[in-house]
Nanobody, 123 residues
């Protein structure tokens, strides 16, 4: 079992930056694929960035490429989402997720989820 808790959400102006954290506990983390998803009001949950917890397999959705970066701190067992040049359309609830499947892509492929943290970007 993997337990995940996000934090760091808030209100930011367009063009600003924000960093989210996801503290992870559990077993066999090195075998997991990690990702950040988001879900706006009335929208489907969508993938933003992902990577293997052990390193490599980095992916980013076109909508966030060059603006969002995923990193990890093994000592703190924490996953981060670094966001810059934020836009109003980035407003959403952001979730960290973990998958046992190396080839996980869609939300349905992910096995473990945090409770989410809200990011609101004002214009």
């Amino acid at each position: 079992q993997v337990h995940m808790v996000e934090s760091g959400g808030g209100l930011v102006q367009a063009g600003g930056s924000l960093n989210l954290s996801c503290v992870i506990s559990g077993r066999a983390l090195s075998a997991l694929t990690m990702a950040w998803f988001r879900q706006g009001v009335g929208k489907e949950r969508e993938f933003t960035v992902g990577a293997a917890w052990a390193g490599g397999n980095n992916k980013a959705a076109d909508s966030v490429k060059g603006r969002f970066t995923i990193t990890r701190d093994y000592v703190k067992s924490t996953l981060y989402l670094h966001m810059k040049d934020l836009r109003p359309e980035d407003t959403a609830m952001y979730y960290c997720a973990a998958a046992k499947n190396w080839e996980a892509n869609d939300a349905g492929d992910y096995d473990f989820w945090g409770q989410g943290t809200q990011v609101t970007v004002s214009s």
